[in-house]
């Protein structure tokens, strides 16, 4: 049954205009758009007129069906329009909360333990960015006892002072008896392996000594973070204890970087190894795995460096070449006599090593220029040390200054 439509005329509605304007506004006119200029030149007996949009519940009763379709349509694209904006904003909302690698919980924990943190980001938009992008870097210098640790950090540490970069060394080995390198932070001022090893309830040997002395180490992080007190950009070295167990199967280490990363550290190991373990084939094979095996357990970029070079002999040397290509360990020489289960094995391993491209030593000359930048271009790339960070050079004053006062110690 066609439904009766109680619509006005363009006369009607210009009388109820008329009416509105004398009786000051009194009258309810929202519905119905009278200063259409359209209406002006339309039949004043059509019944179709526009609704006024502006209006939020015009009484549909009350217009013809084309008006009302007219605007159903409208409500209809209206609720589309903004469905379609809500469910971008709740997808982009939840995006950022669950799926953006954003972690809440870390930034909030890092205000509450320093709520300067915060402030710093309100009030200092680069510091905010430069956080973002910028975090500190650091070597994580290890290896077996005896590989060179100790003498690398010194030498890096010159060579950064000769580029005109920054770096901070950080001494973490507690039985270090002595180093060349200047330490700004030193674990044995926290603890050292003879507080431990002369402690009449400890009672514990070296390694249970340096074990011990990590895990404390561990229990202890705010005087790590206080002491290294890790700025955006920092470039930090980190000498490490020589106990191969503490990167082969014991979980210190691991908790040592993770805490590290968690104070947003970008950390690469650097694994070294003594070149005259490399030497021959049985001795690579353990030396690779025991790189391998520390690789797999601190779960950082990882690579490994050949120290001690300049004492090879120049056939070792000539040998040595053979390890700085993987796809090249088939030519490497047989140099002792195996048994033929025991050659087999050595094959084999060879052969895994080989066809995974696992591990590759790149030999390092401290006593050459060349070979200390390509070793350290290497760490800067797996560290992803980019270009377009600020390189932090030395103020020249100060500079100045240093050389005026070694020159004064000279002359004394
Ligand atoms: N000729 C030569 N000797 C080196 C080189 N690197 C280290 N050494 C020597 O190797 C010995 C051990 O070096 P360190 O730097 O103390 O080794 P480390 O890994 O720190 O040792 P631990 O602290 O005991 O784990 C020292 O006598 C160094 O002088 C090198 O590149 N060439």
């Known amino acids: 049954m066609e439904r009766t439509v109680k619509a006005k005329t363009i006369r009607e509605l210009r009388a109820i205009k008329d009416e509105y304007e004398n009786d000051g506004g009194n009258q309810g006119l929202d519905y119905v758009h009278l200063n259409d200029p ?30 009302r379709r007219k605007i159903a349509r409208i409500k209809f694209s209206q609720l589309i329009f903004q469905a379609t904006v809500g469910v971008f904003f709740a997808t982009f909302g ?26 710093s980001m309100i009030s200092n938009m680069k510091w905010k960015n430069a956080m973002e ?33 920054s770096c901070r060394v950080v001494n973490l080995d507690p039985a270090a008896e002595q180093y060349q390198y200047e330490a700004e932070v030193d674990i044995r001022e926290l603890i050292s392996i003879e507080d431990v090893m002369d402690d009449e309830e400890l009672r514990l040997g070296p390694n249970g000594g340096l074990v011990f002395c990590m895990e404390y180490l561990t229990e202890n992080f705010e005087w790590l973070k206080e002491n290294m007190d890790p700025q955006e950009d920092d470039y930090y070295i980190i000498d490490c204890p020589g106990q191969i167990e503490l990167y082969t199967h014991l979980d210190v280490m691991k908790v040592i970087v993770d805490k590290l990363k968690s104070w947003d550290f970008r950390i690469g190991a650097v694994f070294l190894m003594d070149s005259q373990f490399l030497v021959e084939r049985g001795k690579y094979i353990s030396g690779t795995m025991a790189a391998l095996s520390c690789m797999t357990k601190l779960e950082v970029p990882h690579m490994n460096i050949m120290t001690k070079i300049d004492v ?29 289960r025991y050659a087999k094995l050595v094959d084999s391993l060879f052969r895994v090593i080989d066809d995974y491209s696992l591990v590759n030593f790149q030999p390092l000359d401290s006593s050459d220029e060349e070979s200390i930048n390509y070793a350290l271009a290497i760490i800067d790339t797996m560290l992803q040390w980019g270009e377009d960070q600020d390189v932090k050079v030395r103020d020249e004053e100060e500079r100045d200054f240093e050389n005026e006062m070694t020159d004064l110690n000279l002359d004394d």
């Open 38 to 67: 359209l209406l002006s030149e339309v039949d004043p007996n059509r019944t179709n007129y526009f609704v006024n949009r502006n209006s939020l519940n015009p009484p549909l009763g009350e217009v013809d069906r084309k008006t």
């Open 94 to 119: 939840l995006y950022s909360v669950f799926f953006s690698g954003y972690d809440c919980a870390l930034e909030a924990n890092t205000v509450a333990e320093d709520p300067t943190y915060a402030g």
């Open 133 to 165: 992008t910028m975090p500190a870097y650091a070597q994580l210098v290890v290896g077996p006892a005896g590989s060179g640790k100790s003498t690398y950090c010194h030498m890096m540490q010159q060579h950064f002072q000769v580029l005109g970069r």
């Open 312 to 340: 090879l002999s120049p056939s070792a040397r000539e040998e040595i070449d053979n390890y700085t290509d993987p796809s090249c360990y088939e030519r490497v020489e047989n140099a002792t006599k195996y048994t033929k």
